[in-house]
């Protein structure tokens, strides 16, 4: 099939941390789509701003792509399982589903329904486009079963009385994204070595579990769970076949958790898993790491506790380039709250400038073009937002005194606000007409579509239809899509 994508097209160039270099992105097959995963939540807890920070560049580079004319299937998983505490390499941590469980008194899946509500109440209110797939680890535990019989079949796994292990040493390539080499790592290793592991750094593929473990699966190799890893490799492919043209994530999943998709990946397919890779950077706290005990852990529900929109977090995230750390202070909150007031307020001008019912003016040659050529040029430069916004506000100065002075005919705002739509379809940041959805569902009813979820998995229809009813008189209305359910307000 011929692709619908064309060189003559403006093409994103972005920095891959896969060999240090700018790579122009194009599809790798022939049907012109490109096929992205981005690493997504572990719903054990509310997501914090770092955690949106991250949804947000996912998005910021979805949208970029499609405005610049590219045919873009995105997913973004959804860990309800797997992800142990410790980040490093040993894998003797407590489950972070398991440890939440506990702390709230709930059984996993009701905590992984809390957070994975919470998630798409963040998605909704940082007005970030929804992924093409949400695939849950819980939901891939065959296809996940399936790579790790392959990875033992083509030599690269062992068996343990534990578990399941991958073998780094039999995948030369391994550190080849983060530069970490075997030898440095088993150096400064600071991680448990179970006595029937053949090296500190050999991550665990699949976990046998006793029977007071609250998440288990059959498998071959006796009752357990997936490790956190290999949850991913095994969902990409089934989404998206045995290679992908770009693999998103935070900074701090670029070690260990992409190499060992890089490992496990490579080593079921024998092919390249994703030829590039973007890793956003750090945010920080008031100079410092986000943490509790510090009290420089902040969620979505106390920037609005404090009178700021969303919007303005988006606004202040936006101003600084994905690559770059970014240091969160409230100062710089209230600045940006500020700038995108002084944006709002000009769309407000606008819209009464095309709501007048007299305007004789004649029209202005405003050359909207350019700024619109350039904003988009500015993504195209690896997702360059600050330079973007610098080109929105550009045409917000020369267009004020213009407008102030009464020069602008209604053909000009209408053109104006045309061009500043072409803006927000990227950074999602401006209201024209009313304020935006931000609907959160009830942990009720999230409660509900939950049992709702695993009643129709059990083909017990029956209770499905009943659940359906009871989220119906709550006020929401409850659809299945190949995302999954989704949850829609009727009032």
């Given at each position: 099939?011929?692709?619908?994508?064309?060189?003559?097209?403006?093409?994103?160039?972005?920095?891959?941390?896969?060999?240090?270099?700018?790579?122009?992105?194009?599809?790798?097959?022939?049907?012109?789509?490109?096929?992205?995963?981005?690493?997504?939540?572990?719903?054990?807890?509310?997501?914090?701003?770092?955690?949106?920070?991250?949804?947000?560049?996912?998005?910021?580079?979805?949208?970029?792509?499609?405005?610049?004319?590219?045919?873009?299937?995105?997913?973004?998983?959804?860990?309800?399982?797997?992800h142990?505490?410790?980040?490093?390499?040993?894998?003797?941590?407590?489950?972070?589903?398991?440890?939440?469980?506990?702390?709230?008194?709930?059984?996993?899946?009701?905590?992984?329904?809390?957070?994975?509500?919470?998630?798409?109440?963040?998605?909704?209110?940082?007005r970030?486009?929804p992924?093409?797939?949400?695939?849950?680890?819980?939901?891939?535990?065959?296809?996940?079963?399936?790579?790790?019989?392959?990875?033992?079949?083509?030599?690269?796994?062992?068996?343990?009385?534990?578990?399941?292990?991958?073998?780094?040493?039999?995948?030369?390539?391994?550190?080849?994204?983060?530069?970490?080499?075997?030898?440095?790592i088993?150096?400064?290793?600071?991680?448990?070595?179970?006595?029937?592991?053949?090296?500190?750094?050999?991550?665990?593929?699949?976990?046998?579990s006793?029977?007071?473990?609250?998440?288990?699966?059959?498998?071959?190799?006796?009752?357990?769970?997936?490790?956190?890893?290999?949850?991913?490799?095994?969902?990409?492919?089934?989404?998206?076949?045995?290679?992908?043209?770009?693999?998103?994530?935070?900074?701090?999943?670029?070690?260990?958790?992409?190499?060992?998709?890089i490992?496990q990946?490579?080593?079921?397919?024998?092919?390249?898993?994703s030829?590039?890779?973007?890793?956003?950077?750090?945010?920080?706290?008031?100079?410092?790491?986000?943490?509790?005990?510090?009290?420089?852990?902040?969620?979505?529900?106390?920037?609005?506790?404090?009178?700021?929109?969303?919007?303005?977090?988006?606004?202040?995230?936006?101003q600084?380039?994905?690559?770059?750390?970014?240091?969160?202070?409230?100062?710089?909150?209230?600045?940006?709250?500020?700038?995108?007031?002084?944006?709002?307020?000009?769309?407000?001008k606008?819209?009464?400038?095309?709501?007048?019912?007299e305007?004789?003016n004649?029209d202005?040659?405003?050359?909207?073009?350019?700024?619109q050529?350039?904003?988009?040029?500015?993504?195209?430069?690896?997702?360059?937002?600050?330079?973007?916004?610098?080109?929105?506000?550009?045409?917000?100065?020369?267009?004020?005194?213009?407008?102030?002075?009464?020069?602008?005919?209604?053909?000009?705002?209408?053109?104006?606000?045309?061009?500043?739509?072409?803006?927000?379809?990227?950074?999602?940041?401006?209201?024209f007409?009313?304020?935006?959805?931000?609907?959160?569902?009830p942990?009720?009813?999230?409660e509900?579509?939950?049992?709702?979820?695993?009643?129709?998995?059990?083909?017990?229809?029956t209770?499905a239809?009943?659940?359906?009813?009871?989220?119906?008189?709550?006020g929401?209305?409850?659809?299945?899509?190949?995302?999954?359910?989704q949850?829609?307000?009727?009032?």
């Amino acid at each position: 099939m011929q692709s619908r994508y064309t060189l003559n097209t403006m093409q994103l160039r972005i920095w891959n941390t896969l060999g240090r270099k700018f790579s122009a992105v194009t599809p790798l097959n022939s049907d012109g789509i490109l096929r992205i995963y981005n690493c997504g939540p572990t719903v054990y807890a509310t997501p914090h701003i770092g955690n949106i920070r991250r949804f947000v560049v996912a998005d910021l580079l979805v949208k970029t792509l499609k405005k610049l004319d590219y045919d873009v299937r995105s997913a973004m998983n959804i860990t309800d399982v797997g992800h142990l505490m410790d980040s490093d390499h040993a894998e003797a941590g407590a489950d972070k589903m398991l440890l939440a469980a506990e702390r709230e008194n709930l059984s996993p899946e009701v905590v992984a329904a809390k957070y994975t509500q919470e998630f798409f109440a963040v998605l909704t209110q940082m007005r970030l486009e929804p992924a093409d797939f949400y695939p849950r680890a819980t939901q891939h535990i065959p296809a996940i079963i399936k790579v790790v019989a392959k990875l033992l079949e083509n030599g690269y796994a062992y068996q343990t009385s534990s578990g399941v292990y991958f073998d780094v040493a039999k995948f030369p390539n391994y550190g080849k994204l983060s530069g970490n080499k075997t030898a440095e790592i088993e150096a400064g290793a600071r991680v448990d070595v179970r006595e029937e592991k053949k090296n500190p750094f050999d991550f665990a593929l699949w976990i046998k579990s006793g029977k007071e473990h609250l998440m288990q699966w059959d498998s071959p190799w006796g009752r357990g769970y997936p490790g956190w890893h290999i949850e991913c490799s095994a969902m990409a492919q089934q989404l998206f076949g045995e290679s992908i043209d770009l693999h998103t994530g935070g900074i701090d999943n670029m070690f260990p958790h992409h190499e060992n998709e890089i490992a496990q990946s490579e080593a079921s397919t024998s092919k390249e898993f994703s030829r590039i890779w973007v890793h956003n950077e750090h945010l920080l706290v008031d100079g410092k790491k986000m943490a509790k005990s510090a009290g420089t852990f902040i969620t979505l529900e106390e920037i609005k506790a404090r009178n700021y929109s969303p919007l303005a977090l988006k606004f202040l995230f936006l101003q600084t380039h994905y690559r770059s750390k970014l240091n969160f202070t409230w100062e710089a909150l209230d600045s940006a709250k500020d700038g995108l007031a002084g944006v709002q307020s000009f769309i407000g001008k606008i819209n009464v400038g095309i709501s007048a019912t007299e305007n004789n003016n004649a029209d202005q040659s405003l050359d909207l073009d350019r700024y619109q050529n350039g904003f988009v040029q500015a993504l195209a430069d690896d997702l360059g937002t600050p330079q973007a916004l610098a080109i929105v506000f550009e045409m917000i100065r020369k267009i004020n005194p213009l407008l102030e002075n009464g020069k602008l005919s209604k053909n000009n705002f209408s053109e104006i606000l045309d061009v500043l739509r072409v803006f927000d379809a990227v950074l999602g940041i401006m209201v024209f007409d009313q304020q935006v959805d931000t609907v959160v569902v009830p942990f009720a009813v999230t409660e509900l579509a939950e049992k709702r979820r695993l009643a129709r998995e059990e083909k017990n229809f029956t209770l499905a239809d009943e659940l359906r009813k009871s989220i119906l008189e709550k006020g929401f209305e409850v659809k299945d899509t190949p995302r999954g359910q989704q949850l829609t307000s009727i009032k």
